[in-house]
């Protein structure tokens, strides 16, 4: 585990996967910092010292940011429903512990997973470490918070060597780019990911969701490098969004000159001052540009540098997944008869059982945003292209839904096709295509 000590701080900090310090840089005027802190003892027993014992630390962070919100906890009421609405408002929320061998620190261990859920993240992805809670090492912790990492100095250059190309970032304009961008798509991958250039428009175009940057060659004005994200939201809460890097292509030319990590750290950094943003992935759901990094044609250690984790078999963290492609033309209808299912258009007294599904799926799918496109497909006059089908043995194996997307619905612009059905009820021959997922 690599940490990072200045020598003179008493505060430590162990890791910052996601790159979030300094903290300021990743928040907007208006975001809200929740600090939680136990209800413990004074260190200092001084009669002149009643205020509580981490208030230096919050007015200490409230230099930089105006709002901080400190909002104790204790361990007879525990994380309240109050502590809850801070929760789902703040952009960042730090939680403070004060030990983990008593029983009081695997207490508030315990609280800090309930306050990890209520904010719907993976993990904790900064954590920091200080000998106690005295006011110069809250300080301390706080220096280390808002500060800048120190980094390693740079080779001093030879007096001939030129000074490193500068790349200026473009934010991309459908009528303008379209054409240049489709060419670059197809000078960039193979042919089995090529699209023809109103598809790929169409996946482009996300007025509201999408945020697509361009870099030009500055001396001839020719497109040499492209990035696509969008965001969607991740259930039914209405604030809490995933933020996806669909796309980062290159020309061969160009490569090796810093223009793939120039787009991918100004996109990383632009996603994650979205307000509501708490997980960035490569790769993209809705629309379904591509999923992943596809395998065999991506540079993974060029990812993995960049503190993606690519190594591990858990969806979301290098697992490979499969996108299958189905004709249905090719294939006969099955007789679902003998299973007991019947399939219909779904209705407006639908809508409750279809929303409601398709959020506890997007959950239980590492938030990957379904509940977004089925939500706004049920709100539209496409309703009927979503089938839904029930029987004698749904209770068996739970309601299922077969969603058929077609060609004049919004929602065939999503690229995906999602098939649940009861096991062993009938084989179709499919055909796939691999990628792998990072997150």
């Not at 952009?91 to 030990?99: A, C, D, E, K, Q």
């Not at 089938?387 to 749904?394: E, F, P, V």
């Amino acid at each position: 585990m690599s940490t990072i000590q200045s020598q003179s701080s008493p505060a430590t900090l162990l890791w910052d996967h996601q790159d979030l310090i300094p903290l300021q840089k990743n928040l907007g005027e208006e975001d809200l910092v929740l600090l939680l802190t136990p209800a413990v003892v004074p260190l200092d027993q001084s009669p002149t010292n009643a205020s509580d014992p981490f208030e230096p630390l919050g007015k200490a962070l409230a230099r930089t940011h105006p709002w901080i919100r400190h909002v104790p906890y204790s361990k007879e009421r525990g994380i309240t429903d109050i502590h809850v609405a801070f929760i789902k408002r703040a952009r960042v929320v730090i939680f403070v512990l004060t030990g983990f061998s008593t029983e009081e620190g695997l207490f508030q261990l315990e609280l800090a997973e309930v306050a990890r859920e209520g904010a719907r993240a993976d993990g904790f992805p900064t954590l920091i470490q200080c000998p106690g809670y005295f006011v110069a090492e809250l300080q301390a912790v706080a220096v280390l918070l808002t500060s800048e990492r120190p980094t390693t100095e740079a080779t001093p250059k030879t007096r001939n060597s030129p000074p490193p190309p500068t790349w200026p970032l473009l934010k991309w304009d459908y009528d303008r780019d379209l054409p240049e961008t489709h060419a670059l798509w197809e000078a960039c991958l193979p042919s089995k990911f090529h699209l023809n250039r109103s598809t790929l428009g169409s996946l482009l175009k996300r007025d509201g969701y999408a945020m697509h940057y361009l870099v030009r060659e500055p001396h001839k004005g020719e497109s040499i490098g492209f990035c696509a994200t969008f965001t969607t939201f991740t259930d039914s809460s209405g604030d809490r969004l995933i933020g996806s890097i669909a796309a980062i292509i290159v020309h061969k030319d160009f490569r090796g000159q810093g223009v793939g990590r120039f787009l991918h750290d100004e996109v990383v950094r632009k996603l994650k001052n979205i307000r509501g943003v708490g997980i960035t992935q490569l790769g993209s759901t809705f629309p379904r540009l591509l999923y992943g990094l596809p395998v065999g044609e991506t540079d993974l250690e060029w990812f993995e540098k960049l503190e993606w984790n690519m190594k591990e078999s858990t969806l979301g963290n290098g697992r490979r997944v499969l996108d299958w492609l189905l004709r249905f033309a090719d294939h006969p209808v099955p007789d679902l008869a003998s299973a007991g299912l019947t399939f219909r258009p779904c209705q407006l007294k639908d809508y409750e059982k279809v929303v409601e599904m398709a959020n506890k799926e997007s959950q239980k799918k590492y938030r990957f945003g379904w509940y977004d496109q089925y939500a706004k497909t049920m709100d539209s006059c496409y309703m009927n292209d979503i089938a839904s089908t029930n029987g004698q043995n749904t209770k068996k194996f739970g309601d299922k839904l077969l969603d058929v997307w077609r060609n004049k619905s919004q929602a065939s612009k999503f690229r995906a096709l999602i098939c649940i059905a009861k096991r062993g009820t009938t084989q179709l021959k499919l055909t796939s295509t691999s990628n792998r997922v990072g997150q």
